[in-house]
Structure formats: structure tokens, C-alpha cells
């Protein structure tokens, strides 16, 4: 298959991951389907992601200028929130903190995208008591490549198992390399 030209707000998103030394974006295959999920959102929705930058690209991408859908993405580590940098709508909202602080405060939403081990690896069940009602989580990561350690293997062994058996979700597992 041949590799599609990343949009414009994607490829600067990567950009500035790559210059400040982060090599773990989003990957396209993945970051098509936020944009897919993310126009599928319904008018006046929320979207959370729980690390900024390029996953946060591909839902504006994904909006296609659609101004009614308020992006939520929090970032744990200020050194990490390169996003900043960029240039975002004004109804994306870019946050340094611990995520798990703010699930109380914070309400729900249509669409998230757990990408950090703060409601992922822990405490799970505090993002999916975050999602609306028909929301979407989704978790990735959960199959990666052989950088993975031996802790990173049992924790994404463990959010699989509760995800695919959780009685309040309907849960597939999608394999990502395609660009």
C-alpha cells in the first residue's frame, strides 16, 4: 500500500515531537482512525486525549473545521507538552497535569483516547466512567513491537483482558501498521 502525505497539521504536530527528541507518536494508522472517530462525533461533543500532540492533530484533522467540538488533551510531563507550540482552534484546550486528578472535574466525553499509563495502566476504570453515553475509547499500544519490556507486556496484557471483558463496553481489538 502506498503511504499517504500526512496533513499539513499532522506532519508539524510530528515535527515538533521529532526536533524535541520524542520518538513515540501517534502512528498513522492510528492517528487515521482519531480523525475517522473524531468526525464521527456528534455536534456539541467532547473529545479527550490524555498526552498532547500528535494524537491531537489527527482530531483536528478529523473535525474538518467543525467549531462545535470542544479537544481536551492533557499532558502529565511539562517537558513533554510540545504541543503548546502549535497552532490549535480555539476549541482545543492543552493541559499539563495528571489526568487522573482531573476525571472528577472534568466531566464526560463522546470520544477518548487513552494514550498515557494514567487511565490506562492505572485506573482504567476512571476513563471509562469518563465516557457519555455510546462514548469511545480508545487504547493503543496494546500489541507493540519489540521495544517493548517485560512490565510494559503484563500491564497491556491487563488492560486488554479488563477492556474485552468489561460488561459495560463492546470491545474490539484492531490491529495498526498501516499508514
Known sequence: MMDRPL???VHAAHRRASDAGFVLSC??????LLGALAAAVPPTGRILETAT???CAWFVHGLAGRTDVEV???EIDPAAAIAA???????VTLRTADVLGLYPCIGTFDLTFADSPGGK???LDRAIAALGPGGVLLVDDMDPPAWMNDEHRVKTGEVREILLAHPGLLAA???SRAG
Open 53 to 55: 500532540g500528535v494524537g
Open 72 to 74: 481536551v488533551s492533557v
Open 121 to 123: 495502566w492505572a485506573e
Open 85 to 91: 507550540m502549535g497552532d490549535w482552534p480555539p476549541w
Open 173 to 175: 481489538k484492531l490491529a
Open 27 to 32: 502512528e498513522p494508522g492510528v492517528g487515521r
Open 7 to 9: 496533513p499539513e497539521i
